[in-house]
């Protein structure tokens, strides 16, 4: 090997000796606290480099019988680099909880470097004469290229196994060890193939030593402890195989080479080199062509793994979310966290089909964009995901449509850049509603698999959420069925006054003349008289509301002037302003009386008796009537609002029975109009009343204006 070894070798190696000194030195030296075993390993690495490199530096000076230590020091570089990355990996296997496998590998590799040190330790000797120990130096030369190959696979399985958002402390680390051994397998397979190392390579290799070392610094300053995160990922075995098959590729290259070489004749030669290079052009070919991976990607995936994710993990996690009930959050956020938390989002929005023709936010989870914008039921966008089943990636737009088809997106969508995908909730192949996740931490790759595993998760949560929306349904009607039942003990006891009462008209047929009887019957009908107003004091009746009769119109300004006349003899003021003195609406008065007497006395009830301040504003817009009743009450909170406001027997008064809120909805909604609600606590509240103007004032708004 010294016939090889140029002058510009020494200088190389001479810089890769310095170059790990410094930075042992400075780990050394710059750390603040305890050394951590990993950043141990990692120091006692650089230190054998070090005598690894001058080894090789004081083999180019004459008179000196360093070169018998070439293959020892090799062996003790190598070994130091394998014993740290198996380090990394036994971080890895003790977070998953396999410390048996870990100390069996442990032990594995501390008897196999006993024996290898042993054996390089006979072959120093015989080199140097002390015993009669000799090996064949191809023996060497296939040890060295099979340590390449191990040392990286063990790069390829650290950086696989380690947590995407953590591959950025290691990625240098594994460039640098990547990039040397990569050129050690170079090194060795043309001494193989050409049975002499070249002169160039073995100098170049010292030059590649000390590059390398500023990439083991920046990992190191990335990772002041060394703490790995576990990932297990699918991805792991299928490169580790890929790598495997290209390196046996090669190993079966080189010897091809050798035979064709040794039994060609004088072709030999030219048979060899011809077919390294075919044989390098066929696998540069393979790896490169995009159909052949994929080719070889399903083909693995069939007989190796199944899928890209590791379902059973996943599915426990989405399953754990669900069902966490430790937490503050409602099933609805949890199905938010459930979703975000297979993408990596950071929140998310969940929006559902609370209105009658709308789908308006429900619920939120770490969801920081403001805007919460509705969509219709009969939005295309809606129809779009609901048949196609199509998560939209809001990155991926052309023209404001949906990438590769022609359904534009809503302008709410686009206009926050915080937004990122648009998973559709389905539930026996209709709309629930949809989940809005967030960009999440990090760059995110989205393929078939994450998409397919983002349906199957929203069909699973969207069955989730039905099953809730028919649970409170099925809630509301038993409150009705008991609300009911409670009516029932009521009309029994009305039903005993009532017999009482006949009784007494029965007999003051005989008595009426009886001073006696007269005064009993006067007891007894003042007693069921307070029965009667005890009975109506513990419960209100709930008359079913009467449906909007066909063409039945009224002007809304005459009604709302009698009811603030009405309340004014009452000894309540209301204030009553209005843009017009006529205004027909489509409906009948006794709906406008039962929607009106709740929402006004609910006004009431809210607001001190001290300090009370009702409004009451009539106006029009487009095709709506619109009264605005407002009150300085008490107020309700935004969730109050969105849970609670219209559902039945949800009040906030100590005995409210909580059914004019929602009847008065119901009622509107049956005469075509609407009701929305702005109040805040402590703030009061603005109940407004859109209801559908008749086609007569078409009429008297045009002789208005003229």
């Known amino acids: 090997m010294e016939g090889v070894l140029g002058d510009i070798g020494f200088y190389t190696y001479a810089l890769a000796t310095g170059a790990f000194l410094l930075l042992a030195a400075v780990l050394l030296t710059t750390s603040r ?12 690495v650089l230190l054998i480099n070090v005598v690894w490199a001058f080894v090789h530096t004081l083999a180019y000076l004459p008179g000196n019988n360093a070169g018998l230590f070439l293959t020892l020091v090799e062996f003790l570089r190598n070994s130091s680099w394998i014993f740290l990355l198996v380090h990394l990996m036994f971080n890895i296997w003790c977070a998953q909880g396999n410390e048996q496998l870990a100390r069996k590998i442990g032990r594995f590799y501390g008897i196999g470097f006993g024996l290898l040190l042993t054996l390089e330790l006979l072959i120093v000797g015989g080199n140097a004469g002390w015993s009669a120990f000799v090996i ?47 050129f050690d397998f170079l090194l060795y397979a043309d ?10 390579l073995y100098d170049a290799r010292g030059l590649i030593n000390f590059l390398v070392v500023p990439l083991i610094g920046i990992s190191a300053s990335r990772n002041p402890d060394w703490s790995l995160k576990v990932q297990i990922s699918r991805k792991a075995a299928f490169h580790t195989i890929t790598l495997i098959g290209s390196g046996a590729y090669l190993i079966g290259m080189s010897a091809a080479g050798y035979y064709l070489q040794n039994h060609g004749g004088k072709w030999g030669n030219l048979l060899q080199a011809t077919f390294i290079v075919v044989a390098s052009l066929a696998l540069v070919a ?22 890209k994710y590791d379902y059973r993990d996943e599915w426990l996690r989405f399953i754990g979310t669900i069902s966490d009930t430790k937490h503050h959050y409602g099933l609805r956020e949890r199905t938010i966290q459930a979703v975000a938390d297979i993408m990596d989002s950071p929140g998310g929005g969940l929006w559902l089909r609370e209105k009658p023709d709308a789908y308006v936010m429900a619920a939120k989870w770490n969801y920081h964009p403001k805007m919460e914008g509705e969509l219709d039921t009969h939005d295309e966008f809606i129809r779009f995901i609901e048949q196609q089943e199509w998560v939209v990636n809001l990155d991926e737009v052309e023209d404001g449509n949906i990438k590769g088809a022609n359904c534009p997106i809503p302008n709410w ?16 192949d209709r709309t629930v509603g949809f989940i809005i996740l967030m960009r999440p931490r990090g760059s995110k790759d989205l393929n078939w698999e994450s998409l397919d595993l983002l349906k199957i998760v929203g069909r699973q949560v969207g069955s989730y959420l ?12 038993r409150e009705f069925e008991a609300f009911n039942r409670k009516f029932a003990f009521v009309v029994h006891d009305i039903k005993n006054l009532a017999s009482q009462l006949s009784l007494i008209v029965r007999n003051a047929e005989k008595h009426a003349n009886n001073p006696e009887f007269q005064q009993d019957m006067l007891l007894t009908v003042r007693d069921s008289a307070e029965k009667m107003n005890n009975l109506l004091s513990r419960i209100n009746v709930v008359q079913e509301p009467s449906r909007e009769k066909d063409g039945g119109t009224s002007d809304l300004v005459v009604f709302l002037e009698t009811v603030t006349v009405g309340y004014a003899k009452r000894g309540t003021e209301i204030d009553f302003r209005k843009d017009a003195d006529c205004l027909m609406v489509n409906a009948d008065l006794e709906s ?29 817009e487009d095709d709506y009537a619109i009264v605005k009743l407002s009150d300085n009450g008490c107020g309700m909170s935004e969730q109050f609002i969105r849970d609670e406001l219209f559902r039945p027997f949800r009040s906030t008064k100590e005995k409210g029975y909580g059914i004019g809120a929602y009847e008065s909805r119901e009622i509107i909604k049956r005469m075509g109009g609407r009701l929305s609600v702005k109040s805040a606590t402590d703030e009061g509240t603005t109940m407004t009343v859109y209801l559908k103007l008749a086609s007569q004032n078409e ?4 002789e208005a204006v003229s």
């Open 136 to 182: 064949p130096p191809k023996v060497s030369l296939y040890e060295n290229l099979f340590i390449s190959i191990l040392v990286l696979l063990l790069v390829e399985n650290v950086y696989r196994s380690t947590a995407e958002e953590n591959r950025w402390g290691i990625r240098y680390l594994c460039l640098a060890l990547g990039t040397l051994y990569i």
């Open 191 to 200: 001494n193989i193939l050409f049975t002499s190392i070249g002169p160039k």
């Open 592 to 620: 406008l009386d039962t929607v009106f007497m709740h929402l006004v006395q609910n006004a009431i009830d809210a607001c001190d008796p001290g300090d009370l301040n009702i409004r009451i504003k009539l106006s029009s």
């Open 466 to 477: 039905a099953e809730q929306i028919a649970e409170q349904a099925l809630a509301e009607a």
């Open 699 to 702: 009429d008297l708004l045009d």
């Open 413 to 428: 969508l686009l206009e926050s850049p915080e937004l990122w995908l648009v998973v559709p909730l389905l539930h026996h």
């Open 286 to 307: 393979a790896l490169s062509s995009g159909r052949f991976r994929s080719q070889v990607k399903v083909l693995l995936s069939k007989h190796l793994f199944r899928y």
């Open 33 to 44: 606290s305890k050394l951590s075993s990993t950043q141990k390993w990692l120091v006692l």
